[in-house]
């Protein structure tokens, strides 16, 4: 691993069960997160694509340190693999790594941005998430959709999860806000909360949402907003990616 933005070694990988599925998390990711705080200081933030048609991830993004992006795959690769049973002989590709701020308000944000979301429904499409904010930011919220009963979107589930879904808020439009704890829709299954320095892995296809209080998160300051580094990998397939 190069030197700069090195990781902690070596990283204490734990893991949860949120509903059927697990989640890893490392604590202490980096040997010095305030360097990346910093960078993300100096660095240009622009909206995230979808935003000017209220969708996708609400807020801001700047491109992260190469350095940061190859250390972290470096680790990651073989951690996914044996963690969330991904065949060795599947290759790895990396969409966007970058920091994002939360910066949209809620009266300001559309239909899909207010509902739970799957990145993409490929097998092993993997999301990961390091926090550079703190707990008052909230976390990462996991969620089963009742009508259908599912909590992970597939290649065979996609469709009929879609269908119900777009049914569903076309006939009813969700609550302009940040989701949370779960209403008619949704189950609320656990959180990840938020922690300075703490590194999240889970798989894109499971429904999930930023949990975030607009009172303190919606800010494009990163040493005071919800500044978090979103990296997105693939295994053997095409990567894509939404929201995180």
Same mark, same amino acid.
């Given at each position: 691993?190069? =030197?700069?933005?090195?990781?902690?070694?070596?990283?204490?990988?734990?893991?949860?069960?949120?509903? +059927?599925?697990?989640?890893?998390?490392?604590?202490?990711?980096?040997? +010095?997160?305030?360097?990346?705080?910093?960078?993300?200081?100096?660095?240009?933030?622009?909206?995230?694509?979808?935003?000017? %048609?209220?969708?996708?991830?609400?807020?801001?993004?700047?491109?992260?340190?190469?350095?940061?992006?190859? %250390?972290?795959?470096?680790?990651?690769?073989?951690?996914?693999?044996?963690?969330?049973?991904?065949?060795?002989?599947?290759?790895?590709?990396?969409?966007?790594?970058?920091?994002?701020?939360?910066?949209?308000?809620?009266? =300001?944000?559309?239909?899909?941005?207010?509902?739970?979301?799957? =990145?993409?429904?490929?097998?092993?499409?993997?999301?990961?998430?390091?926090?550079?904010?703190?707990?008052?930011?909230?976390?990462?919220?996991?969620?089963?959709?009742?009508?259908?009963?599912?909590?992970?979107?597939?290649?065979?589930?996609?469709?009929?999860?879609?269908?119900?879904?777009?049914?569903?808020?076309?006939?009813?439009?969700?609550?302009?806000?940040?989701? +949370?704890?779960?209403?008619?829709?949704?189950?609320?299954?656990?959180?990840?909360?938020?922690?300075? %320095?703490?590194?999240?892995?889970?798989?894109?296809?499971?429904?999930?949402?930023?949990?975030?209080?607009?009172?303190?998160?919606?800010?494009?300051?990163?040493?005071?907003?919800?500044?978090?580094? %979103?990296?997105?990998?693939?295994?053997?397939?095409?990567?894509?990616?939404?929201? +995180?």
């Amino acid at each position: 691993m190069t =030197d700069a933005f090195s990781i902690r070694m070596p990283p204490d990988i734990r893991s949860v069960k949120v509903g +059927d599925h697990q989640v890893v998390f490392i604590d202490n990711f980096l040997e +010095d997160p305030q360097a990346l705080l910093e960078q993300a200081c100096q660095s240009r933030f622009e909206p995230y694509p979808g935003q000017v %048609n209220k969708k996708g991830y609400p807020g801001i993004r700047a491109e992260a340190p190469a350095a940061y992006s190859a %250390n972290l795959t470096e680790l990651l690769e073989p951690l996914i693999k044996v963690n969330f049973q991904v065949p060795e002989d599947l290759p790895l590709r990396k969409s966007i790594c970058a920091f994002s701020l939360t910066t949209t308000q809620p009266q =300001d944000m559309g239909p899909l941005q207010c509902t739970p979301h799957f =990145d993409a429904s490929t097998p092993h499409h993997m999301a990961v998430l390091l926090y550079l904010c703190g707990e008052q930011h909230g976390g990462t919220g996991f969620y089963r959709h009742k009508a259908t009963g599912l909590q992970q979107i597939t290649p065979e589930t996609r469709e009929q999860y879609l269908d119900v879904y777009y049914e569903e808020i076309n006939r009813r439009l969700p609550a302009q806000r940040y989701f +949370d704890r779960g209403d008619e829709q949704f189950s609320f299954l656990g959180m990840i909360p938020a922690r300075f %320095n703490r590194l999240v892995v889970y798989p894109g296809s499971l429904l999930h949402s930023a949990c975030i209080n607009p009172a303190r998160s919606i800010n494009s300051d990163p040493r005071t907003g919800r500044l978090t580094l %979103n990296t997105f990998y693939d295994f053997g397939l095409a990567a894509s990616a939404t929201l +995180d």
